[in-house]
């Protein structure tokens, strides 16, 4: 495994995804804790949606960027559609298929469109950039879900992982 995908999927600087999202019931991911703008389930859903249109891009899909902030975050029908268990499954598995891309070395340094916000012109990333900028949103994600979860009294998670 190399850092990259160790940065995305395992405990390279912080705990490791997995960890984070484990032992959360849904009525826990769903509350938000006093002066929190997000819940749990909040965050995940966002860095899916991140995640998701990452991979779009590196597979060649160039899906539009959002029109506004707001559709980078559930709506009350998304969180109804989908539960905790549903959507923390669906973001192992593209962490999965993210680290398979960062372990492509033949493929890391091919350029991808990456669309911009509206208005701006089209971007090109190389596979690799577009990765390391996929782990660093997760990153900063997901350490607010260890701030909520440590709010909520659930952190660390039962079998143990870091306390900090």
Known sequence: MNELQ????????????????????????????????????EELWHV?????????????RPRPYPASDADGFPTVQDMERENWTELA????????????????AARLETSVECPSVPGEPIRAMTVREQLENLAAHNSYHLGRMVLLRQMLGAWPPEGGGFTW
């Open 6 to 41: 160790r940065v995305l999927v395992g405990n390279a600087a912080a705990a490791a995804p997995e960890q984070i999202v484990r032992g959360v019931s849904d009525e826990l991911s769903h509350r938000r804790p006093a002066g929190s703008p997000r819940s749990l389930y």
């Open 48 to 60: 899916v949606f991140w995640m998701e249109i990452s991979l779009e891009w590196i597979g060649g």
């Open 89 to 104: 499954r669906r973001f192992l598995r593209g962490l999965k298929q993210a680290a398979k891309a960062a372990g492509n």
